[in-house]
């Protein structure tokens, strides 16, 4: 599998970003998808996932700002980012399980600034 992330950037906050992820090299609607991050000094996060069937969870911080969805024709993956914090600042991946493992993209950096 190939994950491609992009749409990262510098904002203020309050302001959004939306991020993409192309996918390629699977059955790309067979399978979950995810979004994480990792903020400089912390650990890798879950953010956001999405199945296969569409249905989507949250990490507490980011319900209500955050919108994971998902286009299965385009194999890609998106992560829409509202009302964004300082906080927020996190190298965001997008990821996905394939052959029992999972699986990294490159990253995108994003920074909020106060």
């Known amino acids: 599998v190939q994950l491609q992330a992009s749409g990262g950037g510098l904002v203020q906050a309050g302001g959004f970003l939306k991020l993409s992820c192309g996918v390629s090299?699977?059955?790309?609607?067979?399978?979950?998808m995810a979004w994480y991050r990792q903020a400089p000094g912390k650990e890798r996060e879950l953010v956001a996932s999405?199945?296969?069937?569409?249905?989507?969870t949250y990490e507490n911080s980011v319900k209500g700002r955050f919108t994971i969805f998902r286009d299965n024709y385009a194999d890609a993956v998106y992560l829409q980012m509202n009302s964004l914090k300082p906080e927020d600042t996190a190298v965001y991946y997008c990821?996905?399980?394939?052959?029992?493992?999972?699986?990294w993209g490159q990253g995108t950096l994003v920074t909020v600034s106060s």
């Open positions: 990821s996905t399980v394939e052959r029992g493992l999972r699986r």
């Open positions: 090299r699977i059955m790309f609607g067979a399978y979950d």
């Open positions: 999405i199945t296969s069937g569409g249905e989507t």
